[in-house]
T-cell receptor
Framework: GESVGLHLPTLSVQEGDNSIINCAYS??????FIWYKQESGKGPQFIID?????DKRQGQRVTVLLNKTVKHLSLQIAATQPGDSAVYFC????????????FGKGTRLHILP | EAGVVQSPRYKIIEKKQPVAFWCNPI?????LYWYLQNLGQGPELLIR????????DSQLPKDRFSAERLKGVDSTLKIQPAELGDSAVYLC??????????FGPGTRLTVL
């Protein structure tokens, strides 16, 4: 069946360091991958996305890498700040951004002072 | 611009009681979604609307759950009767056609 999962449930990073959050997916037919950030008491917030015909995409302080050979997705956050503390979900769908999204279980990012 | 609005933010009910959640999407967004999020899990789609038409309700437990979007704007999700296992956060999201989904803050339901 389809699944999107994360390797680590919790990641602790020193403030100012770079964070790398990993995700494995199993559906090679997925065309679109998204990273969401969810803070306590809030809904998921879009961070960055990438299509399957790309292997890297950069945003402001964030980079998403896609390795289709091993079905692996990662989110890199540069110079991690206290405001980056949240649960991060990778997600996938097969088509357009507004199509059904399948979410993984999430990784909690904890920032150490 | 206002985001997706949901109410109530919190609801506590006893099992077997009915409950309803309301969602007001971002203005101009014709696609509306209801998701269920269990603790520590990612959201799972319950139903998706294109305007007033439900285009994907395959994951909606139709024996107790119902939803409507009569005028293609606001939407209501209802559970009747609620069960203990329904305790979760119910998220609403909206998007323009082909666009990214914007999520509301959710309604946290506790069934006692």
């Amino acid at each position: 069946g389809e699944s999107v999962g994360l390797h680590l449930p919790t990641l602790s990073v020193q403030e100012g360091d770079n964070s790398i959050i990993n995700c494995a997916y199993s559906n090679s037919a997925s065309d679109y991958f998204i990273w969401y950030k969810q803070e306590s008491g809030k809904g998921p917030q879009f961070i960055i996305d990438i299509r399957s015909n790309m292997d890297k995409r950069q945003g402001q302080r964030v980079t998403v890498l896609l390795n289709k050979t091993v079905k692996h997705l990662s989110l890199q956050i540069a110079a991690t700040q206290p405001g980056d503390s949240a649960v991060y979900f990778c997600a996938e769908n097969k088509g357009n951004r507004d199509d059904k999204i399948i979410f993984g279980k999430g990784t909690r990012l904890h920032i150490l002072p | 611009e206002a985001g997706v609005v949901q109410s109530p933010r919190y609801k506590i009910i006893e099992k077997k009681q009915p409950v309803a959640f309301w969602c007001n999407p971002i203005s101009g967004h014709n696609t509306l979604y209801w998701y269920l999020q269990n603790l520590g899990q990612g959201p799972e789609l319950l139903i998706r609307y294109e305007n007033e038409e439900a285009v994907d309700d395959s994951q909606l437990p139709k024996d107790r759950f119902s939803a409507e979007r009569l005028k293609g704007v606001d939407s209501t999700l209802k559970i009747q009767p609620a069960e203990l296992g329904d305790s979760a956060v119910y998220l609403c999201a909206s998007s323009v056609r082909g666009g990214e989904q914007f999520f509301g803050p959710g309604t946290r339901l506790t069934v006692l």
